[in-house]
């Protein structure tokens, strides 16, 4: 495997675990899960929640994924749709969190 190879996969993994990690922190605080409806509101509030967003979507896309196939019969191509945004969403959040890093030099 190439080394570009595995650091996609890496900023892949990281991407989805800094997101499941933020969502499960949001709702231990709030006590309710993360979701996009805080968007719809219009104000102040709203835009407040856009960076946090940007990190934690593709745990919340997945979450919603599962739940409705759960609970409704929906068509796989759907279901298939969703996990690739979801996954390339976290390949571009995972791989920012590893620039951030770099810039720290953490990593």
Do not use: D, K
């Amino acid at each position: 495997m190439s080394p570009e190879t595995v650091q996609n996969f890496i900023a892949l993994g990281l991407g989805f675990a800094v997101a499941g990690m933020l969502s499960t922190g949001y709702q231990m605080l709030v006590a309710r899960p993360a979701s996009f409806h805080a968007l719809l509101t219009g104000n102040a509030a709203a835009y407040a929640h856009v960076p946090f967003l940007v990190f934690a979507a593709p745990f919340i896309i997945v979450r919603n994924t599962v739940r409705r196939e759960r609970f409704e019969n929906n068509n796989p191509i759907g279901v298939a749709l969703a996990t690739m945004i979801a996954g390339f969403w976290s390949l571009m959040s995972g791989t920012t969190v590893i620039v951030m890093l770099r810039a720290l030099g953490l990593v």
